[in-house]
């Protein structure tokens, strides 16, 4: 019997017109995009598939946009393959928040509004500091530590094999990408991004966040979802986790290993891009990686599960 995961996009994955081609064929879609804009109080769907860009890439819409097209692929998945039973999820940062409320550890309007909030926070946080981040392709994990140490700065995303994402004061970033190249990184390159993601710069962010989800009911969940902060499923202690992890490193690759240490040998990738599905090919090529995100992705997605 194949054990099937689900994943979660996460920040980064967002473009204008996402959602729209499932809206437009799809009722159930439309029904969820109307909903989220009720529980929001604003239209967070035409933001999806109209921008402009310039609103929809920030932290506080790109965020609960994420959420919620990654939400509306998960029910189509369920809607279109009903008999497709999965063992466990996972999402990154972000997605993180989507996998726990597909596991029923959150309601559905609930997970939308602390997605949108957090973003806030985080974006709060980043205009309160200088922070940036950068990429650093082909340098394992021990001489990557070395180079953030050397520059004060922070492992924010472990990936996959030779994809490291580094975070902290721009000017130290900037020396860091120079460390890293001068210690036989292929390329080191700063990211477009608002500020400091996963790195202390992020703390203000935290004390906000755990009074958000203080006011909401967290369940167990049904299904083991992998923490990005420890790379092992959630225990009890669901919103300690979530809080620390705006400053934590996210354990995107450890998280993947433990799953396939379990035997999970098929992996759904759910939401806007293929960003996980790319880290999965240098994490474990043997495995089968799907994905939802529109609806031929959908199509192609259920015609393979019938396989």
């Known amino acids: 019997m194949t054990k099937t995961a689900l994943l979660f996009a996460g920040q980064g994955a967002q473009a204008t017109g996402m959602g729209a081609d499932l809206a437009q064929t799809f009722p159930t879609a439309r029904q969820w995009f109307d909903r989220a804009n009720a529980a929001l109080g604003y239209d967070l769907a035409s933001l999806c598939f109209n921008g402009p860009e310039s609103e929809l890439t920030k932290t506080e819409n790109a965020q609960p946009g994420i959420f919620l097209v990654s939400w509306v692929a998960f029910e189509l998945l369920k809607e279109h393959a009903p008999g497709l039973k999965f063992d466990a999820a996972a999402g990154l940062s972000l997605g993180e928040f989507t996998a726990l409320t597909a596991a029923g ?14 973003g806030k926070f985080m974006q709060e946080a980043c205009e309160t500091t200088r922070g940036g981040m950068a990429a650093v ?3 394992d994990e021990t001489p990557t530590r070395a180079v953030c140490e050397e520059a004060g700065v922070t492992l924010a995303n472990l990936n996959c094999p030779g994809q490291i994402v580094i ?5 130290r970033i900037g020396r860091a990408v120079e460390l890293a190249k001068t210690k036989g990184a292929k390329r080191a390159i700063p990211l477009q991004v608002a500020g400091a993601y996963h790195s202390p710069l992020m703390a203000s962010a935290q004390p906000k966040l755990e009074a958000e989800l ?3 009911k967290i369940s ?7 923490s990005n902060v420890t790379a092992n499923p959630h225990d009890a202690n669901i919103s ?3 809080v620390e992890q705006v400053c934590s490193s996210v354990l995107w690759e450890n998280s993947m290993r433990y799953l396939v240490s379990q035997g999970f040998s098929r992996f759904i990738e759910l939401g806007p891009g293929t960003v996980l599905s790319g880290f999965m090919k240098r994490i474990d090529k043997n495995v089968q990686m799907l994905n939802v995100g529109d609806s031929a992705s959908l199509n192609a997605t259920v015609e393979a599960l019938k396989g």
């Open 220 to 226: 167990a969940p049904s299904i083991p979802v992998i």
């Open 214 to 216: 203080a006011r909401i």
């Open 105 to 118: 550890a959150m309601s559905f309007e609930d997970g939308l509004r602390v997605v949108r909030e957090r």
């Open 167 to 171: 975070s902290g004061e721009a000017d």
């Open 240 to 242: 300690n986790r979530l």
């Open 137 to 139: 392709i082909g340098l």
